[in-house]
């Protein structure tokens, strides 16, 4: 799967516009497995952010609610 999308960047660009050479790049950014790989640790830090709230804010309930039965 990997190797299908290596293929395309060999392609004659001279008779492009500026516009389309452009447009192609920018296809070529999103194909490309390094494009995936950054998904994957953007999905990574957002969970680990996700915990790291929900621990937070389980602490500060805790905290809050000995306060309250002291």
């Known amino acids: 799967?990997?190797?299908?999308?290596?293929?395309?960047?060999?392609?004659?660009?001279?008779?492009?516009?500026?516009?389309?050479?452009?447009?192609m790049l920018s296809n070529l950014a999103i194909n490309y497995p390094l494009g995936e790989s950054m998904y994957y640790v953007a999905i990574g830090l957002s969970i680990v952010l996700a915990i790291v709230l929900l621990t937070y804010l389980n602490v500060k309930l805790v905290s809050w609610r000995r306060r309250k039965q002291a």
Do not use: T
């Open 1 to 23: 799967i990997l190797k299908l999308n290596m293929i395309p960047i060999q392609v004659d660009l001279s008779g492009l516009s500026a516009v389309e050479k452009r447009e």
